[in-house]
């Protein structure tokens, strides 16, 4: 099978799996604050950079799983375009306070997150 089907696969995969996340903290939790994205980011960050060290540093992932793992389930795991939305969602409701608060903790622990990936990478 070529790697443009487990491409699909994986990234459906990744796509239930966020809304399955996004819809658990929406239905378990009392806040307006996308809890559920920021969440979702925070661990596709981490596991972007897991993978990528695993694979460039350790080469213990190949380029052909790197590629399905980042592009696939990742690139639909985590949810920039949601991210997006909901700042403008926040933004237009008149939540500055959330609104703020989102775009700091999503871009700071994001990045954050993909250097403890690295990191982490190091003690396999």
């Given amino acids: 099978m070529s790697k443009f089907f487990f491409l699909i696969i994986a990234g459906g995969i990744g796509a239930l799996l966020r809304y399955s996340v996004s819809l658990f903290f929406l239905k378990y939790t ?12 925070i661990l596709g960050s981490f596991l972007f950079g897991l993978i990528w060290a695993l694979s460039e540093d350790k080469g213990i992932i190949g380029p052909e799983v790197r ?50 990936g690295f990191k982490v990478s190091k003690l396999v």
């Fill in 30 to 41: 009392n806040t307006n604050f996308p809890l559920g994205v920021l969440l979702v980011n």
């Fill in 67 to 116: 590629l399905v793992i980042l592009v696939g389930f990742l690139g639909s795991f985590t949810t920039f375009s949601t991210f997006a939305f909901d700042n403008i969602s926040l933004f237009s409701n008149g939540q500055i306070g959330y609104f703020i608060i989102n775009i700091l903790l999503n871009n700071l622990l994001g990045i954050f997150f993909v250097y403890l």
